[in-house]
């Protein structure tokens, strides 16, 4: 299986430092405010990395922290007149409940900055110990870039070049301008928490580092995050990890692109956001997650509501052929002897399974596993609608578990396509009006409804047929044409 590494600038061969176990960790949001949608497909880009390693057996421990103290936050809580705690608290569970919404799976750790505070202050407090840090006299600490000739490692940065070329944060306390504030000391109002140097709190690139030492232990098989966070971000985690612990903090670097609209990058402080709140209120999850996933997660990907709508159409596909695999199997006589069809069928089914690992395989290339997966619906399709009354059972129900399985992998999740075909059963007392049926199975009774409204329709006899088409619709179902024929759906 090969992964791209940032670091190293190669897909290289995955191997994690235990056999069968990988331990990852994905710097998780600023919980100030509702996420956009840009955030959303870094966090879902590794939502699908991390199933798809438990698919191919690996025992996965995935850790995500949430940035509950920082200089947004405090922001928010002046603007709005309430505490730095309150805001993390409510965005918090804001982020965890449209994570929810949106099918990603929960991390196995979450840590939260506030309450991580003691291994800070250790990491720190070795950094200091070993040279790599200093105590500024206004009581920031600060990382000391020059003392670590590893810097720049990931991101290949120089230095001196950077000098000329980057704005960076002026600061008198600093001794270079690339030092970084591994502590800060408080300022009036601020949320701080007591230390060796003083009242403060912790600068962002230590939370993460201290964090994954304490869960995970270092170095990590893979750290991830959106591809903004390389530098200076990552960059100065591992620095922070080399510097403490003698090791880099992780072996590969995982980097999403961005998700951009008209061109430019998704973000907070250009206002060309939207919410994943807001999305998700007015389109299905599994739609974003399928507009997401045909882009290579490393490749930025241009977001508009026309591409959105589009693919409402797509999962409706996917679904629709799912139903109708489904409802044909449960439909159709015991397999007799396969015929050249159902083998080619058989066939078929095994190569799109074939070719979506070897797709996400090549460094989780979704759009081609999915090009796999809707490879398969056509032929489904065409398979269904040759076959007429003549499929194979076996064939058809192992081609659904198949898709089912496979989009599982990708999070989306087509077996509440089965609940919908559990039929009222009152259609059978329609039956027994309209169709003279006299049994007692609800899909039978649909069976005969359907078909005694064909029957009305041939005669031009259209009140029968629209009377049959109203009383089914009074049951909350409509009659849906498929290329296995016409049946009854609830309607959505
Ligand atoms: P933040 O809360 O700003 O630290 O962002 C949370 C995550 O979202 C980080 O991994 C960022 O790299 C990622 N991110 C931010 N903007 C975008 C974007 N436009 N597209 C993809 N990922 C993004
Ligand atoms: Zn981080």
């Not at 309450?115 to 720190?124: G, T, V, Y």
Request: aromatic content about 8%.
């Amino acid at each position: 299986m090969l992964i791209y590494n940032s670091q190293t600038h190669r897909k290289e061969e995955f191997k994690p430092i235990d056999a069968g176990r990988v331990r990852m960790y994905v710097c998780g949001p600023t919980v100030y405010d509702q996420i956009h949608i840009g955030n959303a497909r870094t966090f879902l880009s590794f939502d699908v990395i991390r199933r798809y390693l438990q698919y191919k057996g690996y025992q996965v421990t995935f850790a995500q922290n949430l940035t509950d103290v920082d200089d947004k936050i405090i922001n928010r809580a002046n603007e709005t007149g309430t505490t730095a705690a309150a805001v993390a608290e409510e965005f918090s569970a804001a982020f965890i409940e449209q994570m929810h919404r949106f099918g990603i799976l929960d991390p196995d750790i979450r840590p939260r900055a506030t309450r991580e505070i003691e291994a800070m202050q250790d990491m720190i407090s070795l950094l200091i110990e070993k040279g790599f840090a200093y105590v500024a006299s206004n009581g920031d600490v600060y990382f000391s870039v020059r003392s670590d000739t590893h810097y720049g490692v990931l991101s290949g940065r120089d230095l001196d070049q950077l000098r000329a070329g980057e704005r960076v944060e002026v600061n008198d306390e600093k001794h270079d301008p690339f030092d970084f504030a591994l502590w800060k000391a408080a300022k009036p109002g601020e949320p701080s928490w007591p230390s060796p140097w003083g009242e403060g709190r912790p600068g962002w690139h230590t939370e993460c580092c201290a964090m994954i030492h304490r869960y995970l232990g270092t170095p990590i098989d893979i750290h991830g995050g959106g591809a903004d966070l390389i530098f200076p971000h990552h960059e100065n985690e591992t620095a922070q990890a080399m510097c403490a612990w003698n090791a880099p903090l992780a072996n590969v670097w995982m980097h999403a692109g961005m998700l951009r609209v008209d061109g430019e990058k998704m973000s907070k402080s250009l206002g060309n956001f939207y919410t994943l709140k807001e999305v998700l209120d007015k389109y299905p999850a599994d739609a974003v997650r399928l507009l997401m996933l045909q882009t290579h997660y490393r490749a930025p990907l241009d977001f508009s509501f026309e591409r959105l709508e589009g693919t409402v159409g797509t999962v409706q596909r996917l679904k629709g052929c799912v139903r109708n695999l489904r409802w044909t199997a449960k439909n159709a006589q015991e397999d007799g002897v396969l015929t050249d069809a159902d083998r080619a069928f058989g066939a078929a089914i095994d190569e799109a399974r074939k070719e979506f690992t070897s797709q996400m395989d090549d460094d989780f290339n979704t759009a081609g596993a999915l090009a796999a997966i809707f490879g398969l619906v056509t032929t489904a399709n065409t398979y269904l609608k040759e076959a007429g009354d003549n499929t194979s059972t076996s064939v058809t129900i192992r081609a659904s578990d198949t898709l089912c399985e496979l989009c599982a992998v990708l999070g989306i999740d087509l077996v509440d396509t089965n609940s919908k075909e559990e039929l009222p059963e009152e259609l059978v007392d329609l039956a027994v009006e309209y169709a003279g049926y006299k049994g007692t199975s609800a899909s039978e009774a649909a069976q005969a409804l359907l078909a005694a409204r064909q029957a009305a329709r041939s005669e031009k006899n259209w009140t029968l047929a629209d009377n049959i088409r109203d009383a089914i619709a009074g049951l909350g179902l409509s009659v849906e044409d498929t290329p296995a024929g016409a049946r009854l759906i609830k309607k959505d």
